[in-house]
């Protein structure tokens, strides 16, 4: 069990099952099971699932004044996320609607209301900084003091980029020239993926990227290893909704590599484990156990032992 900080973005998500993106336009639309809402954000997202895989997590974040707790932590969810840390200082809670289609694309509007002019009390979040083991990042505004706290505490820093463009970049160079571990997504993505990711680690000397390429898989850079791989996708589940893929993939990664410092073998479980999840609808749903991952882990590759 690992002790890991994480701050970032929680928000209210709305899923919304579509025929095909673009939309055709309709005045009304029905459908049985095609809407869906829930917390979500990848901060939130990934608090419970590094929780789910047992570690002790210490969650940041910034909300609405009137976030319902129960939608934070639902009765009927088997495991409760730490809300101490979750200051309420926004008016609303930031919010998204996803809708996605049977092509397993996704449009997204997202409104973070005005996250951006507020900032989180470190006095809180020092004591936390200094006993963890880990620290993962969102790119978030309010997030940018952790980076400092946790180099000032010595401690490996994770971030995930957030829908990364060449144009936006030099507002991450916080994030991207501290973080030892780094997760990107490609649908933003406008030159090849590994002159992409090699030009990360030229310009930034990272330890470990991973590039997610949705149902084409990934790609993993291990500065220590020497290797740069793509590797693919694995099914383990029908596929319901991907919304929040990413974010289990590298909270799973991040899990299995904190405890055996393999990140070959951690790939290829947050592999397993993103593939279990994209079958539930909700980002933050759908997560395998320790002990399903091993199982799955023997039979698709034959490898017994973390």
């Given at each position: 069990m690992s002790k890991v900080v994480v701050a970032g973005i929680t928000q209210v998500e709305t899923i919304v099952k579509v025929d095909r993106i673009p939309i055709e336009f309709h005045l009304t639309t029905a459908g049985k099971d095609?809407?869906?809402?829930?917390?979500?954000g990848d901060a939130y997202n990934e608090s419970l699932a590094l929780t789910w895989l047992g570690n002790d997590v210490k969650f940041f974040s910034i909300v609405g004044k009137n976030i319902d707790e129960g939608l934070l932590n639902p009765p009927d969810r088997r495991i409760t996320l730490d809300t101490k840390y979750m200051l309420r200082l926004l008016e609303e809670t930031p919010q998204v609607v996803i809708l996605y289609d049977k092509q397993r694309r996704q449009q997204l509007f997202e409104d973070i209301k005005n996250l951006r002019d507020v900032s989180y009390d470190m006095d809180l979040a020092e004591p936390e900084i200094k006993d963890c083991d880990l620290v993962v990042l969102a790119n978030a505004n309010f997030c940018r003091p952790f980076v400092k706290a946790?180099?000032?505490?010595?401690?490996?820093i994770a971030v995930n980029i957030r829908s990364f463009r060449r144009e936006k970049e030099k507002f991450n160079t916080d994030f991207l020239s501290n973080a030892n571990i780094l997760y990107f997504s490609d649908d933003a993505l406008e030159e090849d993926p590994y002159d992409f990711v090699?030009?990360?680690e030229s310009t930034y000397?990272?330890?470990?990227?991973?590039?997610g390429q949705g149902a084409e898989g990934l790609i993993l850079f291990d500065r220590e290893k020497d290797i740069i791989a793509h590797y693919n996708t694995v099914k383990t589940n029908e596929v319901v909704n991907t919304a929040g893929a990413g974010n289990a993939l590298i909270s799973c990664f991040l899990h299995f590599y904190m405890e055996n410092g393999d990140s070959v073998a951690?790939?290829?479980?947050?592999?397993?484990?993103?593939?279990?999840?994209?079958?539930?609808?909700?980002?933050s749903n759908g997560?395998?156990?320790?002990?399903?991952?091993?199982?799955?882990?023997n039979l698709i590759w034959g490898i017994k032992g973390a």
């Open positions: 095609t809407i869906h809402m829930s917390a979500g946790a180099k000032d505490h010595n401690k490996k090699k030009s990360i000397g990272t330890d470990i990227i991973i590039l951690a790939i290829k479980n947050a592999l397993l484990f993103a593939s279990y999840k994209i079958g539930y609808m909700g980002t997560f395998m156990t320790p002990e399903q991952v091993e199982q799955w882990r």
